[in-house]
């Protein structure tokens, strides 16, 4: 059955960090879609119902420095700007 998930992440700065989520988000099997909105500073998934795909998920976010809003430090605050500065080359070279 297909869901859809919407999370406050802090730490989404622009297109770059966006490219970065996208990529990084779709490459765990069972999400079909994940949009990002800059705006809002949240992600958007849609995805297979699993155990643990949340989970999932906001490790994933953790990992490149967009912590669930309102949980991240400052080791979340540089990790984010690396994963932003990997998105924008991303969509350089594209």
């Given amino acids: 059955m ?3 998930k919407t999370i406050n992440i802090d730490n989404l700065k ?3 960090c966006a490219n970065s989520i996208k ?5 765990i099997k069972g999400i079909n879609d994940v949009s990002v909105d800059l705006e809002q500073s949240s992600v958007s998934i849609q995805f297979i ?3 643990g ?3 999932e998920v906001l490790r994933t976010l953790k990992s490149m ?3 669930e809003a309102g ?3 400052f080791v979340d605050k540089a990790k984010s700007y690396v994963s932003c500065a990997v998105g924008r080359m991303t969509d350089e070279i594209e």
């Fill in 2 to 4: 297909n869901m859809n």
């Fill in 14 to 16: 622009c297109a770059g």
């Fill in 23 to 27: 990529k990084n988000l779709n490459s």
């Fill in 49 to 51: 119902e699993k155990d």
């Fill in 53 to 55: 795909m949340i989970e």
């Fill in 65 to 67: 420095g967009y912590a």
């Fill in 71 to 73: 949980t991240s430090n």
